[in-house]
């Protein structure tokens, strides 16, 4: 029978949903489900992990080098936690993306990166070439499986009745000194999370300017929307990159995505194939977003959007 | 300071690959191939440091078959000193590619390594991360900044919650996002130049590296495909049609 070990990700002392989505991967490759907490303290954390169905266990350990997780020490206690499990799973986050890899260096196997599906529990299917084509990937049964899971494929799991319990694991492992973390710089807002948000509204280089983009943040926050955008406008400089949607940026899975003045390029799309309905508003009738949109408009965004809003009310 | 840096040839950005009809591959035969987007980026970013006077030497490596010396012709215009190409014809998965980076850097002994944060074939997003793991040194991944000085690297990383800043000691690795710098272009007198710079070949069979490549590919799939919908005149129909759908 499989064991999963899913690495919890967190910040401020939240977990982040994206473990929550790393978990239903988990169940469906089925066995037991630890999720493993690194942190200077655990407590809050371990216990929103506890409470996601499917985990058996939360095992957490607790170190000053965990207060800011960088990937140089994190990875070799993952490597020996790892020990005794079949699978280790963490989220295609930026986060997950950074230590993955290198835990599975230290373990001397290949990484599965972004599980799209769970054929069984070592085939697994995931995008190459952004996005256009899915391929069916085997890892060695004789090896711990160590993956990414694409978040925009997978459901967060919700609460169990019961919570897991939670131990303290002491993990024997010498952490290097050569990576120091300086700063994080967070772009705080009351808006809906991109990533996890019903609904997202997007803006490209056809918005036009930084100051432009209010009127894409306007609408969002009548719509109680999260807000994306293209590289192109990231490039710009109309907004920070963590907003950016995408190939090379994040991949999400809303409900609702609206695109405006975004024309639709291959590797922006890559990035909405799982939203529910796509609506794209640009004013080029032959822009190849409509190829995909659900439901296309041709116009002027700043003509469009002022007459959304009064309809809106 | 020597800087080594990944140069991986891949299907250009702008072709739309198509997967066989019987999934047994995607159809590359013929199809326009470019440096990676990100290694143009790390090759940009090490001739700035060389030209800041904190490297001396740029040298890019490219693992792929015979008729990767085009390739590497080109990033020798763009500006580095020489080029190692490791020939084989098997596309190597990042577990193996990494053990072969560290393979040179054992024999180059660079003070920085500057890889792609992914090649846009595989979209592995990997090899950064497993090198800095077999090495034993730092990783700065998805850089948007980075400066060199004092015997370490201050990288501006792009992160899912904004921009994080870390520190690493040198050697150490550096992956690429793509808001580093933007690349040059090559001049034609850069592409007479590069003619005579160096090309190292070396057989990836003379340098003992055990294979990671421990994925089995068994099905290539054409990704489900999104029809066209319906198009509306005016912002009023686009909300009956939002309401209709239940979205509003
Ligand atoms: C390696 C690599 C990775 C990449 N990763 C990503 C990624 O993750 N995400 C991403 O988005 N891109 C990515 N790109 C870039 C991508 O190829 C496109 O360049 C980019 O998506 C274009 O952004 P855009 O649609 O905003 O700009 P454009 O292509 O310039 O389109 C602007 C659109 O706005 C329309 N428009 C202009 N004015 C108006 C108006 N007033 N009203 C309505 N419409 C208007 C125009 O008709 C046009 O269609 C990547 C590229 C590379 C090479
Ligand atoms: N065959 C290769 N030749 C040169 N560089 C490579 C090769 N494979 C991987 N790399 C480097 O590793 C980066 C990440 O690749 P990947 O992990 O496959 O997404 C690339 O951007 C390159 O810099």
Redesign the pocket.
């Known amino acids: 029978m499989s064991k999963i070990l899913v690495i919890a990700e967190h910040l401020d002392g939240a977990l982040n949903p994206a473990t929550a989505r790393c978990v239903a991967a988990a169940k469906v490759v089925g066995g037991d489900i630890d999720v493993l907490v690194l942190a200077e303290q655990a407590g809050e954390v371990a216990n929103q992990a506890a409470k996601l169905d499917g985990v058996s266990r939360v095992l957490t350990v607790e170190r000053a080098e965990n207060a800011h997780l960088l990937a140089a020490t994190a990875a070799p206690q993952i490597a020996k936690a790892a020990e005794g499990y079949s699978h280790v799973f963490g989220a295609s986050t930026t986060s997950g993306k950074d230590l993955m890899p290198r835990v599975a260096a230290l373990l001397g196997v290949a990484q599965v990166s972004d599980i799209m599906s769970v054929e069984s529990s070592h085939s697994f299917t995931r995008p190459i070439y952004a996005g256009n084509a899915i391929i069916t990937v085997e890892a060695p049964a004789d090896q711990t499986v160590v993956a990414t899971v694409r978040t925009a494929s997978w459901p967060a799991v919700g609460n169990a009745d019961n919570a897991a319990p939670a131990e303290a694991l002491s993990v024997d492992a010498e952490l290097p000194s050569h990576t120091r973390f300086v700063e994080l710089k967070q772009d705080k807002s009351d808006r809906p999370d991109l990533q996890s948000a019903p609904r997202v509204i997007s803006g490209?280089?056809?918005v036009?300017s930084k100051e432009n983009f209010e009127i894409i943040f306007k609408l969002a926050d009548k719509l109680n929307a999260g807000v994306g955008a293209?590289?192109?406008?990231v490039d710009a400089g109309y907004v920070p990159n963590d907003m950016?949607?995408?190939?090379?940026?994040k991949i999400i899975a809303p409900e609702l995505y609206m695109a405006?003045?975004?024309?639709?390029?291959i590797?922006?799309l890559t990035?909405i194939k799982d939203a529910g309905t796509i609506v794209a508003?640009?004013?080029?009738a032959d822009?190849p977003i409509f190829e995909i949109a659900d439901i296309g408009l041709v116009?002027?965004?700043?003509k469009v959007i002022p007459e959304l809003e009064a309809a809106l009310g | 300071m020597k800087i080594l840096v990944g140069y991986k040839r891949v299907v250009d950005?702008n072709v739309r690959v198509q997967v066989k009809p019987d999934g047994s591959g995607v159809a590359t035969e013929g199809v326009k191939l470019s440096a990676n987007?990100?290694d143009d980026i790390a090759l940009e970013e090490a001739l700035r440091l060389r030209e800041q006077g904190v490297a001396e030497e740029v040298v890019i490596v490219g693992i792929g078959p015979a008729d990767l010396t085009a390739h590497l012709r080109n990033g020798l215009a763009m500006g580095a000193n020489r080029a190692i190409h490791v020939t084989t014809d098997a596309p190597l998965q990042p577990l193996t590619a990494a053990r072969t980076f560290l393979k040179l850097i054992e024999k180059e002994e660079p003070g920085l390594v500057i890889l792609g944060k992914q090649a846009?074939d595989d979209d592995a997003n990997q090899t950064g991360q497993m090198l800095a793991a077999l090495w034993g040194r730092p990783q700065a991944t998805f850089a948007s900044k980075l400066s060199v000085g004092d015997g370490k690297a201050t990288v501006t990383r792009e992160v899912d919650a904004g921009l994080e800043t870390i520190e690493a000691e040198l050697p150490a690795v550096v992956t690429t996002d793509?808001r580093l710098n933007e690349p040059r272009f090559i001049k034609l007198p850069d592409i007479m130049k590069a003619k005579s710079k160096p090309i190292d070949a070396i057989d990836f069979d003379s340098l003992g590296v055990t294979s990671g490549d421990h994925l089995t590919t068994t099905h290539y799939a054409p990704p489900p495909k999104r029809s066209k919908g319906v198009m509306v005149n005016d912002a009023a129909e686009l909300i009956d049609a939002l309401k209709q759908k239940g979205l509003l």
């Open positions: 490209g280089r056809g036009g293209s590289r192109a406008a950016q949607v995408g190939q090379t940026g405006f003045g975004i024309s639709g390029a590797q922006h990035g508003i640009n004013k080029d822009a116009g002027d965004l700043f | 950005y987007p990100f846009i793509l």
